[in-house]
């Protein structure tokens, strides 16, 4: 499988076609007929442009619903931290409301905290 990037092949194969073109009166009497590479060639090149267009429009919207899924997860966890919030306000932090309100909210955090960064949580003890 070709490690390079896909604008270089097509570069490649569209030069090696070039090549192909101008030498092919002079390989077919040395009796190398390129007619059937150039055919292959032709053909692979073009699906390959159109692959690639298809995969960088499928990345573009990719990126795009990652984005929008992104916020709708940060409006979704302030609407719950509110959710705790109202609790808290209304049955106090240490009413057993309260704490189970401060126990589901320490659930998201040290996991939002270590995403977005933070410190991470401590490694496990060697065996």
Request: a neutral charge; one cysteine or more.
């Amino acid at each position: 499988m070709s490690t390079a990037p896909v604008d270089d092949v097509i570069g490649y194969a569209q030069q090696a076609r070039e090549m192909l073109n101008t030498y092919k009166t002079d390989m077919t009497a040395k009796g190398f007929d390129p007619t059937t590479l150039l055919a292959t060639l032709a053909t692979t090149t073009t699906t390959l442009v159109g692959k690639n267009q298809e995969q960088e429009a499928a990345k573009t919207a990719l990126r795009t619903l990652t984005t929008e899924v992104e916020g709708i997860k940060d409006e979704t966890e302030r609407a719950a931290s509110s959710a705790c919030d109202s609790i808290l306000a209304a049955f106090g932090r240490s009413s057993e409301q309260g704490k189970e309100a401060t126990r589901l909210r320490s659930s998201i955090a040290p996991r939002a905290r270590s995403s977005s960064g933070g410190t991470p949580p401590p490694a496990p003890p060697s065996a």
